[in-house]
C-alpha cells in the first residue's frame, strides 16, 4: 500500500505540473480541480500506509509463511508455527522422528557413539526444508538466527553445553556461499545462552563429492578424516550445531575429532532430520 501511495503521488505530481504549465489549456480549472480532488484521496491512502508501516516496524509484522499480520515479531505467526512439522517422539540419540515413543532406535545400538546425542527441532519436511533451503541458498540470513531462536526455547531444560561448535564447512562450500549456515546458527544460540563459539581450532579438508544424493554408506566413506583440530580444547562438554542432519556420518565424524581431543560430552543441535536414513 505504501509503494502504491509513493507512486500515485508521483503520477499525480507529473500530470500537475503538465496540465498547470497549459495555460492557454480552456479545461485547466477543471483539470486543477480534479488534480485537488485526486490529491487529498492520495494523502489519505498515503497516511494510512505510513501509519501501518508504522505499526508493523514497531509492533509487529506479516508471517512469512501466511502473509497474515500478527502482533508479534517473531518472523512466524502462531498458527504457521503450530503447523510445522516438529519432532514429538524421536531416538533418544540421533533424534529420527519415529512414530511412537522408543528409547533408541535399532541403528544408534551399533553405529551412534555413546557420547554423542542429537537433538533437532524438525523432521526435515516442507514447509522447513524450503525455509532452510532460503537460509542455504538466497543467503536469507534471518531464518538461521530465527531458528536458534527457536532451538533456545524448545531446549531450555538441558544442561547447557560449556561451548558452541558449528559444523565447519568444506572450503569449496564457503567460498561459494560466502558463509556457513551452522555459523549463523550458533552464534545466535551462544548470543541467548551465554556461552562461547569456537571455529578458529578447526579444519575441513574439501571433500571428494557433495554430501547431498550420496547414499548412507558413500556419505560415511565421503567424510572420513575430513576434519582436523588445530589447537587443543579446553571444554569437556561441547555443543556441536548444524543446520540439517540426513544420515549423521558428517556429524559423528566430526564428533570424533572432538572427542579425541579430550571431550567427553557432545550435544548435537540442528534444525531439522530427516524422517528416516536413505
Avoid at 94 to 109: E, M, N
Avoid at 134 to 141: A, D, G, S, V
Wanted: aromatic share 10%.
Amino acid at each position: 500500500a505504501l509503494e502504491k501511495a509513493i507512486h500515485k503521488v508521483i503520477e499525480l505530481q507529473a500530470g500537475s505540473n503538465y496540465v498547470l504549465g497549459l495555460s492557454s489549456c480552456p479545461l485547466k480549472y477543471e483539470f486543477e480541480s480534479i488534480i485537488q480532488e485526486r490529491s487529498m484521496k492520495v494523502n489519505e491512502t498515503l497516511t494510512k500506509a505510513l501509519q501501518l508501516f508504522k505499526n508493523v516496524s514497531l509492533e509487529g509484522r506479516f508471517c512469512l509463511s501466511c502473509l497474515s499480520y500478527h502482533a508479534s515479531s517473531d518472523l512466524l505467526c502462531s498458527t504457521c508455527l503450530k503447523i510445522l512439522p516438529w519432532i514429538k517422539h524421536g531416538c533418544q540419540r540421533c533424534a529420527l522422528p519415529l512414530a511412537s515413543s522408543f528409547d533408541v532406535c535399532g541403528a544408534c545400538l551399533n553405529t551412534f557413539p555413546d557420547y554423542l546425542k542429537l537433538h533437532a527441532l524438525f523432521a526435515f519436511q516442507p514447509p522447513v526444508s524450503s525455509l532452510i533451503h532460503r537460509l542455504k541458498y538466497h543467503h536469507h540470513i534471518y531464518w538461521g538466527r530465527y531458528f536458534a531462536e527457536l532451538m533456545a526455547k524448545r531446549f531450555i531444560s538441558l544442561e547447557k553445553p560449556q561451548a558452541l561448535v558449528p559444523v565447519p564447512s568444506a572450503p569449496e562450500r564457503l567460498q561459494q556461499r560466502g558463509f556457513n549456515p551452522p555459523m549463523i546458527i550458533a552464534k545466535r544460540l551462544g548470543e541467548l545462552w551465554g556461552i562461547p563459539v569456537l571455529w578458529k581450532p578447526f579444519h575441513r579438508r574439501p571433500m571428494t563429492h557433495a554430501q547431498a544424493g550420496l547414499s548412507k554408506q558413500k556419505r560415511i566413506k565421503n567424510v572420513q578424516e575430513v576434519f582436523n583440530l588445530k589447537e587443543a580444547l579446553s571444554f569437556q562438554h561441547i555443543g556441536v550445531i548444524d543446520d540439517v542432519v540426513t544420515t549423521g556420518s558428517t556429524l559423528i565424524s566430526f564428533s570424533k575429532t572432538l572427542h579425541a581431543s579430550g571431550v567427553l560430552k557432545i550435544d548435537a543441535f540442528c534444525v531439522a532430520r530427516t524422517p528416516k536414513n536413505p
